[in-house]
């Protein structure tokens, strides 16, 4: 009995790395064919930007049809990741490299380039039914860390506040740490949601919760939530996210959004990245919900 | 001679086919631990053993997995003790109430129940369920580990409703018309002889149930609000370690005490069901289930 199972684990062995070596095989083979002249090529990256990738890619592969553009999500760091490790020609992302990736970079012997091709605001939603309409950057952070716990706090009905937020994976989750936590943990109760629509859903049916998403998602749901206009400190005047206030930068919770290359663009990778940048480009950047670089 | 050559050949080969899926699960067990261990070094067993889950901090990270743990076990236990009446009470009636026409109607569709796609329940949870419950209970929100459980208890039923109709219908009919010969009526024979004599492979079934449960991930994530908190109360967020994973895996930068950490979470969680996998066989082996 025992022999024969240890035999077995032999031949198992044996059949497994036959089919490694085949896989491995196949694989080079692909290596080969994508050395030569390219047309098509690889985005992936931040998932805020999956949905504008995706129309730049349409509307390139429109004016160009012998160019392919192969457009994939998965958040920034797994954009980032691909690029260092040569499975994708740009990476999306919608925060800058951490030190840690470019330490890792230049160990590969890379020299990431890096492109801001639009802007995102992050607009804070609630529900149309909550009676509070705007807050200051200082309030955010006390709910977001959980300070504040009820809505009675910042001036509204004496509910408790139910705080969403995106996962730890998300590109968002940081930038809304950094910039309106300044820095500090989340609180413990916040609710975890996978994505973006989760959270709109959520906010939309929850009359007393609170969470963030970009611009673009918030503009996009109409009536199903709110978003909150923004102050600065106290005095300052309360500004609701719009193209507008992001672009003139009197709305304070923006950011810039980027593609990375490996290295200085060429090719096909150089002629799409100058179609995101150009007039047509940025047009697409408009409608997506998003706001043009300049 | 040449056929005997051959004969041989062909039956080691298909051993080998056969042995791959112990060659896998040693594999996977050496891998994990491979990634898992250094997190073992340092920064250390204890840090894992804290209760807060904060991977990603300007301020200090903390991998503790306990709500992690408290969160799976919540939603399991909750999740069996809703799918066990629905899984028992449908088996009992299947094999033993049921005409040859119902079995025909129910059986498939205990089977379909089985075989939909997790995230398309995750999604009838979202939007569904999770209002449902807002409503019923009068919370503020319906993600909660009670909605996570209902889902969950959904897969488990199909797995204990047809595990134990085995079980029930293995049991012998001598045992049967002895107690019906003995004045007891068609009901008190089922609850008192029947049942108690397959309750062996009613565990069993209850077991491979939850096995399933504590191992499901997109459906879970999706509901239970993944706040990683220590909490008993069902209306309550909590994060389970298979979403802890599902959700964190693909960003953690490689190599680090993160990543590790997620490592660490994905070998409790196979040893769970393995150990959960084991016993259930036992039980079954025990008594001639299989």
């Known amino acids: ?294 | 001679m040449k056929h005997r050559w051959q004969d041989r050949a062909i039956r080691t080969l298909l051993l080998g086919a056969a042995s791959m899926s112990i060659l896998i699960v040693l594999l996977i067990f050496f891998f994990l631990g491979k990634e898992a261990a250094p997190f073992l070094i340092k920064p250390g067993l204890s840090h894992l053993l804290g209760d807060r889950w904060i991977p990603v901090s300007f301020q200090k990270e903390s991998f503790g997995i306990l709500p992690l743990l408290t969160g799976s076990l919540l939603v399991t236990a909750l999740a069996t003790l809703i799918a066990i009446p629905f899984g028992i009470c449908g088996a009992v009636y299947i094999s033993e109430l049921a005409n040859q026409k119902e079995k025909e109607i129910l059986k498939p569709f205990i089977e379909l129940l089985a075989g939909i796609p997790s995230v398309v329940l995750g999604f009838f949870g979202l939007v569904v369920l999770a209002p449902l419950v807002k409503e019923v209970f009068a919370l503020h929100t319906g993600l909660t580990a009670l909605t996570g459980a209902l889902l969950l208890a959904l897969m488990a039923i199909p797995t204990i409703m047809s595990i134990s109709e085995d079980a029930i219908r293995s049991v012998p009919t001598s045992y049967k018309q002895a107690s019906l010969a003995l004045g007891a009526s068609k009901l008190q024979t089922i609850w008192k002889v029947t049942v108690p004599a397959a309750l062996s492979g009613i565990t069993a079934a209850v077991m491979l149930g939850m096995g399933r449960v504590i191992g499901e991930t997109m459906a879970v994530m999706m509901v239970t609000g993944n706040a990683a908190i220590i909490t008993a109360d069902p209306f309550n967020s909590v994060r389970t370690m298979t979403a802890t994973i599902a959700a964190e895996m693909g960003e953690v930068p490689f190599g680090s005490e993160h990543y590790r950490a997620l490592f660490c979470i994905g070998i409790v969680l196979l040893l769970a069901t393995f150990a959960l996998n084991l016993v259930a066989q036992r039980v079954l082996k025990k008594y001639h289930m299989i």
Request: proline share 3%; net charge negative; glycine share 10%.
């Open chain 1, 1 to 294: 009995m025992a022999r024969t199972i240890v035999k077995g684990l032999w031949v198992a062995i044996v059949l497994g790395i036959a089919l490694l070596m085949l896989a491995n095989g196949c694989s080079k083979g692909q290596d080969a064919a994508s050395t030569a002249e390219k047309k098509y090529i690889t985005i992936k990256g931040s998932d805020t930007m999956v949905h504008l990738v995706s129309s730049w890619a349409e509307a390139f592969m429109q004016a160009h049809p012998q160019r392919e553009v192969s457009v994939t999500g998965g958040g920034s760091g797994t954009g980032i990741a691909a690029l260092l490790n040569g499975t994708t020609d740009i990476c999306a992302a919608s925060r800058q490299m951490e030190q840690q990736e470019k330490a890792l970079a230049e160990q590969k012997g890379l020299q990431p380039q890096e492109i801001i091709v639009g802007r995102d605001g992050i607009a804070v939603i609630v529900n149309p039914a909550n009676p509070i309409s705007e807050a200051t950057l200082d309030q955010l952070a006390k709910v977001f860390t959980g300070g504040y716990t009820r809505w009675s706090q910042l001036g509204g009905s004496d509910e408790e506040i139910i705080v969403l937020s995106r996962e730890s994976s998300s590109g968002t989750y940081v930038f809304f740490q950094e910039h309106v936590l300044k820095k500090q943990d989340y609180t413990v109760t916040a609710r975890l949601l996978p994505a973006t629509s989760a959270i709109i859903q959520a906010v939309a049916n929850d009359k007393w919760s609170i969470g963030y998403v970009g611009l673009g998602y918030a503009l996009g749901a109409g009536d199903k939530v709110k978003m909150l206009a923004i102050k600065v400190d106290e005095a300052a005047k309360a500004i609701l996210p719009s193209l507008e206030t992001v672009k003139s930068g009197e709305y304070s919770i923006a950011r810039p959004l980027y593609f990375y290359s490996a290295g200085e663009p060429q090719g096909t990778v150089k002629e799409f990245i100058d179609f995101c940048l150009g007039p047509e480009g940025q047009k697409i950047v408009l409608q997506a919900g998003y706001v043009p670089i300049d």
